[in-house]
């Protein structure tokens, strides 16, 4: 991978970039608000479970296929994937959360570089063609910037934890020195959770997390929400 892929592999990762995930806690606040996560422990094993039982076998299944598909020019594999992404997520606010920072991240690529790649899956997803599922324009711009699909799992993994972290520290006592070392500990998680995704299709995403479905389904009806997800 070239230095300004690398380069580029950063940018997408930081926290700063302007696609509104930080809006999102993915159940965390009603984990929270049920009393499932009152410290830094329960929070670093809900985020395992989270890396391994719906981001890597899901998300990244999706970002590795739209990945391959963008590569090769072939957009039909695109759509299958952003499509069987949706299909896969049972919650309704991930499935909005998903398509609301995908669709500004498509926005912010397109503005940022001319590509093709991006114009033509932008196209499709004006067209209903495909969803425009973060993880979906995150694989192809990803491609469209030379990053190789391993390095884009494991930028996808670490603004993940970082978003949610973030999250945290809004609705938990939790430190920064507490963060850092969330993030620290679960790096052979998120590496963990990247390899073994290389070897499913579309077909095999699995992501199983039912009692994180649960809690996103009493977020959606809470009468008070600091976050949309």
Known sequence: MTDGARLESFRLADSFLPVGTYTASYGLEQFVQENRVEDADDLRALLSTYLKQQVGPCELVALRAA?????????????????????????????????????????????????????????????????????????????????????ACLLCCHGFVTGLVGAAQRVLSLGHTDAQRILHDLQPVMTEAAADSADRGIDEMSPFAPLIDVLSANHERADRRLFMS
């Open 67 to 151: 990945h391959t598909a963008a590569r090769d020019g072939d957009f039909d594999a695109v759509c299958r994937a952003d499509r069987r992404l949706t299909a896969a997520t049972l919650s309704k606010e991930f499935r909005k959360s998903a398509r609301q920072s995908g669709s500004r991240l498509l926005s912010l690529q397109r503005e940022l570089r001319e590509s093709p790649l991006l114009d033509e899956y932008a196209e499709a997803v004006d067209a209903g063609d495909a969803t425009g599922n973060y993880a979906v324009v995150l694989g192809v711009a990803a491609a469209s910037a030379d990053i190789d699909a391993s390095e």
